[in-house]
């Protein structure tokens, strides 16, 4: 068998994005466009803005894919594409687009499933992880759990029960007005803030492998009306220390006793939230103490894109697991 070039799309959220891949493992290109500044406005992503832009961005994302990674249409082994969960009517342009691709060049279709897509960007790792092992996905969209044991053998743990960390993220960052998305601004200030002067609430800790964010992000709200405005910069930098502190906690220590009631050794770390450079060092310094190996996406794999989504496809390829030209756009799709 020759390489096998897969173009992954995703379009699931807020960004659109396209990547050539080989092989699973080799990034020819990794082109996402942002729609930040369309939802900042709004401290959110609108949903019909988001499948708005996709419309208009999901040609050239593709073509500048190709031209970068120097690949034709008539090339491609497989277009793999997300399908969902996701807003509906962002995946719908993804879909369209790829089955359409796909029904003109003749090129086979893969539907790939956006949580599997960022279990597998740690395969695009130099290091990749052999199964099974254990993934913490941590977005915007999503919080769970999810044992891997193959390819399409996944069961979760452990879910959100309300908000997703990413989302606790961005909410807090809008009742302190810091914008949108709020994930990279707390985490930038709560860099010179101190964690241990407020204590925030640290949702089901004891309760299994669910979570719960919405009671923190209320604990959250309930301080802010208390502090005389406007909130100094030093408190604010304290706040956001201290409710990064809370998030981390509670994701590091369900995790940690998750591989321990699992029985695995290993770690994939994965979602927006996962490009956290306080989440990181923690997840590192707690791995390296128990013997447990932690694969780290770069910041860029972690948040959306599409070569995760072109590395699941190839694992699919391998198993003959095409879609039809019925494929179409789910929001709610589970995982396991
Ligand atoms: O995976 P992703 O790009 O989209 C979803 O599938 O949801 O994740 C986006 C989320 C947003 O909520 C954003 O605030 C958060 O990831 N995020 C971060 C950081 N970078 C992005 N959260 C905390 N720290 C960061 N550095
Ligand atoms: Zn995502």
Known sequence: MGEIVILGIDTSCDDT?????????????????????????????????ASRRHIEMIIPVVQE???????????????????GPGLVGSLLVGCCFAKSVSYVEG?????????????????LLEEAPQFPFLCLVVSGGHTSLIRVDGVRQYRE?????????GEAY?????????????????DR??????????????????EGFDFSFSGLKTAVRNLIEKIPKPISSDTLRNLCASFQEAVIDVLARKTFKALESEGLQRLVLAGGVAANRALRERMALEADRKGITLY?????????NGAMIASAGYFHYLQKNFAGIDLTAK???PVG
């Open 107 to 123: 090129v086979p279709l893969i539907g790939v499933n956006h949580l599997e897509g960022h279990i597998f960007s740690a395969f």
């Open 296 to 304: 780290l996406p770069p910041p860029q794999l972690c948040t959306d």
């Open 170 to 186: 961005d909410k807090v960052a809008k009742l302190l007005g810091l914008g949108y998305p709020g994930g990279p601004i707390i």
């Open 157 to 165: 743990v452990g879910r959100t029960r309300d908000d997703a960390a």
């Open 331 to 333: 929001a709610y799709l």
């Open 189 to 206: 200030l709560s860099e010179e803030g101190d964690p241990e002067t407020v204590t925030l609430p640290r949702g089901l800790m004891h």
């Open 65 to 83: 894919a190709l031209s970068r990674a120097s690949v034709e249409l008539k090339d491609l082994s497989a277009i793999a594409v997300c399908y």
């Open 17 to 49: 994005s396209a990547s050539v891949v080989v092989d699973g493992r080799r990034i020819l290109s990794n082109v996402v466009s942002s729609q930040t500044e369309i939802h900042r406005f709004y401290g959110g992503v609108v949903p019909e803005l």
